[in-house]
């Protein structure tokens, strides 16, 4: 059972910037992509940021020019750098690993809170 850890939230001031690491257990065989989800409580979830497995990313609107996703396949690590940080960013991030022909697989989340 491969377990999905993130880390790097934490508290910023707006117009600051985090980096969000999702690191896997283990390798995990017949990925579609890796993503980034926010959920924050009472509200529909939002995919931040896509990647597929051959590299493709595709991003939200509202990060657009903000955030970059990436990933690190030797490491077995998903990346989200996030700049320009605004108190709307405030909610909890989540990794998420789509497997078209298997289980997928959601990190426990990471809280993200921008503040003055």
């Known amino acids: 059972q491969v377990q999905l850890v993130e880390s790097g939230g934490g508290l910023v001031q707006p117009g600051g910037s985090l980096r969000l690491s999702c690191v896997a257990s283990?390798?995990?065989?017949?990925?579609?992509?890796w993503r980034w989800y926010r959920h924050a409580v009472g509200q529909e979830g939002e995919l931040v940021a896509s990647i597929t497995n051959k590299g493709t990313t595709t991003y939200a609107d509202s990060v657009k020019g903000r955030f970059t996703i990436s990933r690190d396949n030797g490491k077995n690590t998903l990346y989200l750098q996030m700049n320009s940080l605004k108190p709307e960013d405030s909610v909890i991030y989540y990794c998420?690993?789509?497997?078209?022909?298997?289980?997928?697989?959601w990190g426990q989340g990471t809280q993200v809170t921008v503040s003055s």
């Open positions: 998420y690993v789509v497997r078209p022909f298997g289980k997928d697989y």
């Open positions: 283990g390798p995990i065989v017949g990925v579609g992509a």
